[in-house]
């Protein structure tokens, strides 16, 4: 079974330009998340779907960020204008979501993004 | 967001020893509670999960949740280089589908 895949792997641009991140959760999964990691603050939710809907937005940093899931097989975070402090390691995850306690993410290989 | 509280590290163990982890948390009505490993440069891939109080055990690895004391621990047995990474305590709310993952302890087992 193919896993959660996530791209580009990297990427690097400048600031002030427009990033958008993909991801392509596990087929049959009906959650998706969105992660940030860095070394300072560790892994933290931006956002996450139920069924394409979003659930909680809550950790979306600010206007910047939007996030998007036009279908069951596809996401997209989006970073306008990006900056330099948005350097960090993105990565998506998906669960099915069936027996809620025992359900476990399962995350895509991450996206570096590097803001100059 | 809730908070989830680990050691950082790093732990150092020799090998054969036993690592022991530690994790509290801060939302009592957290329900379900995930153990993620991370190898640098790589995602968090699970290495088990616990909901009821006491042990859980899965090969080598074994879970202990205290929902009293919002304490879970993850010890593994027989450690090996191969071990050495970063483990990431996860709880899962009453009702919520998504994790709130504490910033990991570091683990380095030596030969």
Redesign the interface.
Same mark, same amino acid.
Do not use: M, W
């Given at each position: 079974d193919a896993g959660v895949i996530q791209s580009p792997r990297h990427e690097v641009t400048e600031m002030g330009q427009e990033v958008t991140l993909r991801c392509k959760p596990i087929s049959g999964h009906n959650?998706l998340?969105w992660?940030r990691q860095t070394m300072m603050? *560790?892994?933290?939710?931006l956002i996450?779907f139920?069924n394409n809907v979003p659930?909680?937005d809550s950790?979306m940093p600010e206007d910047r960020f939007s996030a998007k899931m036009p279908n069951a097989s596809f996401s997209t975070l989006k970073i306008q204008p990006s900056e330099p402090r948005d350097s960090a390691v993105y990565?998506c995850a998906s669960?099915d *979501?069936q027996g809620?306690?025992?359900?476990?993410?399962?995350?895509?290989?991450?996206t570096r993004l590097t803001v100059t | 967001?809730k908070e989830v509280e680990q050691n950082s590290g790093p732990l150092s163990v020799p090998e054969g020893a036993i690592a022991s982890l530690n994790c509290t948390y801060s939302d009592r009505g957290s329900?379900?509670f995930?153990w993620y490993r991370q190898y640098s440069g790589?995602?968090?891939?699970?290495i088990m999960?616990i909901?009821s109080n006491g042990d859980k055990e899965d090969g080598r690895f074994t879970a202990q949740l205290n929902k009293a004391s919002q304490y879970v621990s993850l010890l593994i047995r027989d450690s090996q280089p191969s071990d050495s990474a970063t483990y990431?305590c996860a709880p899962?709310g009453a009702?919520?589908?998504?994790?709130?993952?504490?910033?990991?302890t570091r683990l380095t087992v030596i030969p």
């Open positions: 959650s998340f992660y603050r *560790g892994l933290e939710l996450y139920n659930i909680d950790g990565f669960s *979501g809620v306690y025992n359900s476990p993410l399962h995350f895509g290989n991450g | 967001q329900q379900s995930f790589k995602s968090p891939e699970l999960f909901y990431l899962r009702g919520a589908n998504n994790l709130f993952f504490g910033t990991g």
